[in-house]
């Protein structure tokens, strides 16, 4: 009996320690909230791996339901990215130690790590991370914005993600949320053969072909001269 937890990473390019749990273990559930997987990537892996993969809901994943299951068999939970990225994931793991289950992570890319390598800024400069939420009725949070404005004043480069719920938000509406800034750069589907990343000012990219979701946005601090003369590159 064990939790396993697989990362997906940034393109759903699983490792090969993430195939052979998937197919030794006893059931197999994935969770796209953190970052969309489409049907067609999910059927082509069970073909891959053998075996049908459950598709759980956010709130099944935040309940008891994982845990309990791995009290009586191996239970492997596909998670975008990295598993240990998310909060929840985290908290998953906690559970499954206090009641003596054992737990195995599988890890994999990450957009925190991707993100600021295909951009040329360097990851120690970086501050802490926001998240530009789709706004919904009475609920519009300007926290990430706050965030962002902190890390500028400490010369700290921002990586910000973009909501996926209810849909993954366009790269074109964060550069709306993010009009008080000067430079951005735009990085979308990190990993696929149509990724793209691109730099500029926020006026300039409004009117470029910037990919589609998922995106990315980082907020660059003051640059260094090669991050400079990597970003030129993008343009």
Do not use: W
């Amino acid at each position: 009996m064990a939790l396993i937890l697989i990362g997906t990473g940034v393109a759903f390019d699983l490792t090969l320690a993430g195939l052979e749990a998937l197919k030794s273990c006893s059931e197999a559930y994935i969770e796209t909230y953190t970052n969309p997987a489409t049907k067609e990537q999910i059927t082509a892996l069970e073909r891959l791996c053998g075996r049908k993969i459950a598709l759980l809901e956010r709130s099944q994943v935040e309940g008891p339901l994982l845990v309990d299951k791995a009290k009586s068999s191996d239970v492997c939970i596909l998670a975008s990215g990295d598993p240990l990225t998310a909060t929840t994931h985290i908290t998953l793991v906690i559970e499954a130690k206090e009641k003596g289950i054992p737990v195995v992570v599988i890890h994999n890319s990450s957009i925190h790590s991707v993100a600021p390598a295909r951009a040329g800024l360097q990851m120690y400069r970086f501050g802490k991370t926001a998240s530009l939420v789709n706004p919904r009725p009475n609920y519009k949070p300007t926290s990430s914005l706050d965030i962002i404005r902190e890390n500028l004043s400490r010369n700290c480069h921002t990586l910000a993600l973009l909501d996926t719920e209810p849909e993954p938000m366009e790269a074109k509406a964060a550069l709306e949320m993010l009009a008080e800034f000067g430079r951005v750069v735009v990085l979308s589907r990190m990993g696929y053969p149509d990724e793209k990343v691109t730099y500029g000012s926020i006026e300039e990219l409004k009117n470029k072909n910037l990919g589609s979701p998922p995106c990315t946005v980082i907020v660059p601090a003051k640059l260094h001269p090669m991050e400079q003369e990597f970003l030129e590159l993008l343009k």
